[in-house]
């Protein structure tokens, strides 16, 4: 197709699904990029002790200054990659809710939230990296902040999980994106996320923010939740494009079924 044809209704509809997927894909791939940067070269999981001393922190910041710089700078990038997939589930509960959407916008807000705040608390650990003669207890506070709003900021996801609750619980298509248990689950992500929020409150045990409540469960649920999710999405972009797609019927079939009108 050379720069000056018109593009066909076909090869629009071909382009939007290739984006469509590759948006749903984006979570999966940003998980592997953040995983890589967060855990293999930052190595932050698990997480320092809450009960360690400032220069305990600034320490280990010494020790790994370059591996920390290039972990948090791939982990910038794999958490900006769940913008595109969280503006997918936003455009899906905005095709649930038809016109006047409340839900959609609430769950993109929610998304925009969290990833914003990855980036700032990204920022916040390079600024901690970025000098060799920083005061011990500035970096023990940057490190603070960041694994503050890492236990504490669930409340956003809350509300996109309850979002996508709600949004399946009203879904009355014969394919419905979130089945009756999908929606539960959201729910149930929703809600049993929420240990790290006593963070504040605790510097040992399974509620601090490196605790089994405070951080394991919260993130082992979160990818739980995110998972299913880009499965359900995938099914839902497959059964669109092969029985909603007018341009997978030919026209002798979209005028004896109506399906593809319809659609």
Known sequence: MSMNEPVSAAQHAAIKRRLWKACIWSWPAGLVVFGVGFMLFAGFVPPPSPANSAQQIADMFAANRNGIRVGIILALFGSAMLLPFLTVVSAEIRKIEGPNPLLAPMQFGGAVVLVTFFQIIGLAWLLASFRSDIDPDIVRTLNDYCWFVWSMLIATYMIQYICMAIAGFMDMRP????????????????????????????KAGPFAWNGVVGFWLPVLIFMIGMCVTTALLLRRAHYEATHLDPSNSTPAQVTATGAAVSA
């Open 175 to 202: 394919h419905p994106i979130w089945p009756r248990w999908a929606a539960y689950l959201n729910l149930w992500v929703a809600v049993t996320g929420a240990g790290g929020q006593l963070a504040v409150f605790f």
